[in-house]
């Protein structure tokens, strides 16, 4: 039983850890790639950042 209230009291946290890397993967991977994103679209970089902003 004790183990069980160590596991919960440990889940705000796991669900914080994923929240962040959920964030951070879909919010700034894509503006490491943006170069790459525009030229394969074939359009400016600021073009291809409004895209991923929307």
Do not use: C, H, Y
Not at 14 to 34: C, D, Q, R, W
Not at 36 to 44: E, F, G, P, V, W
């Amino acid at each position: 039983m004790q183990k069980k209230k160590s596991f919960t009291r440990w889940l705000p946290l796991i669900g914080l850890t994923f929240a962040v890397f959920v964030f951070n993967t879909s919010e700034f991977m894509p503006i490491g790639l943006l170069t790459d994103i525009a030229t394969d679209l074939k359009i400016s970089e600021a073009r291809a950042g409004l895209l991923i902003s929307v």
